[in-house]
């Protein structure tokens, strides 16, 4: 079974600091990687994809991939309280008939404290 | 309407009820999902819907029951649920199969009594 994990959290940052957000990812073969954020009560949202080894910016979000690690993470600078929500790490499947469908994790709730 | 809509928002049943719950993407995607979301669990892919041919059942009960007359519109048929099945039961499409970037519509919170 190809597996994601995140840290559950909570892992809370006062406001303005960066949050750092990790994933590990058992599939070797994945290729494509997510973020989706996901505030209490609604659906996921995506937020970021990489595709590549290396850094993608996106405003106050920075994706992170190391496929030789099998790791990604997600920064959050200057963090607000309104990015206070669980955010969800999903890695496409390698794996046979599975091929190509999302593997999430469980999500790591973030609070920012005013 | 815009992105992908689902109805109902809510929804309770017993056990012996027929309901069927309703998606629709107006993102002129050509795949469509539905997934269970419950407590403490991650995301769980139910079905794969690419060009309206189904091409994944993830070993999902025979209780529900998919339909995709188009590529705009999925349904999940309820029957004979299970106390178990309460959770939110997310729809999502994506441009194609191989295509990723999936985006999900508001959920429906389903309790079954």
């Given at each position: 079974?190809?597996?994601?994990?995140q840290n559950?959290g909570?892992l809370?940052?006062?406001?303005?600091?960066?949050a750092s957000l990790n994933c590990?990812?058992?599939?070797?073969?994945?290729?494509?990687?997510?973020w989706?954020?996901?505030?209490?009560?609604?659906?996921?949202?995506?937020?970021?994809?990489?595709?590549?080894?290396?850094?993608?910016?996106?405003?106050?979000?920075?994706?992170?991939?190391?496929?030789?690690?099998?790791?990604?993470s997600l920064l959050i600078?200057?963090?607000?309280?309104?990015?206070?929500?669980?955010y969800?790490c999903?890695?496409?499947?390698?794996?046979?008939?599975?091929?190509?469908?999302?593997?999430?994790?469980?999500?790591t709730?973030l609070?920012?404290?005013? | 309407?815009?992105?992908?809509?689902?109805?109902?928002?809510?929804?309770?049943?017993?056990?012996?009820?027929?309901?069927?719950?309703?998606?629709?993407?107006?993102?002129?995607?050509?795949?469509?999902?539905?997934?269970?979301?419950?407590?403490?669990?991650?995301?769980?892919?139910?079905?794969?819907?690419?060009?309206?041919?189904?091409?994944?059942?993830?070993?999902?009960?025979?209780?529900?029951?998919?339909?995709?007359?188009?590529?705009?519109?999925?349904?999940?048929?309820?029957?004979?649920?299970?106390?178990?099945?309460?959770?939110?039961?997310?729809?999502?499409?994506?441009?194609?199969?191989?295509?990723?970037?999936?985006?999900?519509?508001?959920?429906?919170?389903?309790?079954?009594?």
């Amino acid at each position: 079974q190809k597996e994601v994990e995140q840290n559950s959290g909570p892992l809370s940052v006062p406001e303005g600091a960066i949050a750092s957000l990790n994933c590990t990812y058992s599939d070797r073969g994945s290729q494509s990687f997510f973020w989706y954020r996901q505030y209490s009560g609604k659906s996921p949202e995506l937020i970021m994809s990489i595709y590549s080894n290396g850094d993608k910016e996106d405003g106050r979000f920075t994706a992170q991939l190391n496929k030789a690690s099998q790791y990604v993470s997600l920064l959050i600078r200057d963090s607000q309280p309104s990015d206070s929500a669980t955010y969800l790490c999903a890695v496409t499947s390698n794996y046979g008939g599975s091929q190509g469908n999302l593997i999430f994790g469980k999500g790591t709730k973030l609070s920012v404290k005013p | 309407e815009t992105g992908v809509t689902q109805t109902p928002r809510h929804l309770v049943m017993g056990m012996t009820n027929k309901k069927s719950l309703k998606c629709e993407q107006h993102l002129g995607h050509n795949a469509m999902y539905w997934y269970k979301q419950s407590a403490k669990k991650p995301l769980e892919l139910m079905f794969v819907y690419s060009l309206e041919e189904r091409v994944e059942n993830n070993s999902v009960p025979s209780r529900f029951s998919p339909e995709c007359p188009n590529s705009s519109h999925l349904f999940l048929h309820l029957h004979t649920l299970q106390p178990e099945d309460s959770a939110l039961y997310l729809c999502a499409s994506s441009p194609y199969r191989a295509h990723n970037e999936q985006f999900f519509g508001p959920g429906t919170r389903l309790t079954v009594l």
